[in-house]
C-alpha cells in the first residue's frame, strides 16, 4: 500500500511562514510529479503547486511568489516553503504523487492563518 506522510502544518499569524514536508516510497517519488493541493471549509480542493521528476515546478496564481516547492530526491522528500501566509491560506494540505498510470493522496495537514 503506497502511503504518503506529510509534516509541518500548525498556526500561524497573518506574515509568517510555514514548511509542509510529504515522503513516500523512493520507487514511487521517482517516476511521478509531486504536488501540494488544499481545500479550505465549503470550497473544492485545489492544486496548490507541482513538481516534476525534472524539477519543472507550476504554482497556483494565488501563491507565486511566495510559496516555494522543492524535492530531494535522495531523501524521497518533497517540501513546500510557504511565506506571508494569508487568512484565506488556511485550508487542509494534501501531497500527491501522480503520473500517467497512479494517483496517490496523503491523509492531509491543517494550515490554520488568523488575521
Known amino acids: 500500500q503506497v502511503q504518503l506522510v506529510e509534516s509541518g502544518g500548525g498556526s500561524v499569524q497573518a506574515g509568517g511562514s510555514l514548511t509542509l514536508s510529504c515522503t513516500t516510497s523512493r520507487t514511487i517519488f521517482r517516476i511521478t510529479t509531486m504536488g501540494w493541493y488544499r481545500q479550505a471549509p465549503g470550497k473544492q480542493r485545489e492544486l496548490v503547486a507541482t513538481?516534476?521528476?525534472?524539477?519543472?515546478?507550476t504554482y497556483a496564481d494565488s501563491v507565486r511568489g511566495r510559496f516555494t516547492i522543492s524535492r530531494d530526491t535522495p531523501n524521497n522528500i518533497v517540501t513546500l516553503q510557504m511565506n506571508n501566509l494569508k487568512f484565506e491560506d488556511t485550508a487542509l494540505y494534501y501531497c500527491?504523487?501522480?503520473?500517467?498510470?497512479?494517483?496517490?493522496w496523503g491523509q492531509g495537514t491543517r494550515v490554520t492563518v488568523s488575521p
Open positions: 500527491n504523487a501522480r503520473n500517467w498510470n497512479m494517483d496517490y
Open positions: 513538481i516534476n521528476t525534472g524539477d519543472f515546478a
